[in-house]
T-cell receptor, first 114, second 113 residues
Framework: EAGVAQSPRYKIIEKRQSVAFWCNPI?????LYWYQQILGQGPKLLIQ????????DSQLPKDRFSAERLKGVDSTLKIQPAKLEDSAVYLC????????????FGSGTRLTVV | GDSVTQMEGPVTLSEEAFLTINCTYT??????LFWYVQYPGEGLQLLLK?????DKGSNKGFEATYRKETTSFHLEKGSVQVSDSAVYFC????????????FGAGTRLFVKA
């Protein structure tokens, strides 16, 4: 089966600019996650979708980050405006019904804010 | 709150050496436990999992046993290869938490030929 697709792989922007990341999960996976992985740290959950509804966005900086999952399939994560501390790898993951199955991760988008 | 603590790295071993990466957790009840591996430039891959006490997860020669009494899930492999060089993440999924997964900080493993 096809994996979790993410684009772009790399992005360099200046602070205060905006950026968007795209994720296409594995077909049939109801749950989609966005994680932020800062260099040298473990991934931190930003937002969790179940189908097209938000389950958990408690750690999403809502003043600058937004995410949507239209029609319960693809998802977009946006940052506007970006700050230097947003430099990280943004990982998308999906799972069939719950985390007990484990996640399938995409390759991530490495964002550098200069 | 729920958390995962891993041994700090990097861990450097020679090929065919025995590997142990320690992982302990703090959580209510019986969370599901996981090990993920991240190779350079790639996303995380599920390596193995255990969903109840005394379960042993295994894959690709790696194994880990869910120890409720010590709240541990240590990763072991009897003979490492150069290709095992990667970052290993211990993780848990809380009993109540909407199936989100909490990750440790990761342990980098270098295997020398």
């Amino acid at each position: 089966e096809a994996g979790v697709a993410q684009s772009p792989r790399y992005k360099i922007i200046e602070k205060r600019q905006s950026v968007a990341f795209w994720c296409n999960p594995i077909s049939g996976h109801a749950t989609l996650y966005w994680y932020q992985q800062i260099l040298g740290q473990g991934p931190k959950l930003l937002i969790q979708f179940q189908n097209n509804g938000v389950v958990d966005d408690s750690q999403l900086p809502k003043d600058r980050f937004s995410a949507e999952r239209l029609k319960g399939v693809d998802s977009t994560l946006k940052i506007q405006p970006a700050k230097l501390e947003d430099s990280a790898v943004y990982l998308c993951a999906s799972s069939p019904t719950g985390a007990d199955y484990g996640y399938t991760f995409g390759s991530g988008t490495r964002l550098t804010v200069v | 709150g729920d958390s995962v603590t891993q041994m700090e790295g990097p861990v450097t071993l020679s090929e065919e050496a025995f590997l142990t990466i320690n992982c302990t957790y703090t959580a209510t009840g019986y969370p599901s436990l996981f090990w993920y591996v991240q190779y350079p430039g790639e996303g995380l891959q599920l390596l193995l999992k255990a969903t109840k006490a005394d379960d042993k997860g295994s894959n690709k020669g790696f194994e880990a046993t869910y120890r409720k009494e010590t709240t541990s899930f240590h990763l072991e492999k009897g003979s490492v290869q150069v290709s095992d060089s990667a970052v290993y993440f211990c993780a848990l999924s809380p009993v109540k938490g909407g199936f989100k997964t909490i990750f440790g900080a990761g342990t980098r493993l270098f295997v020398k030929a």
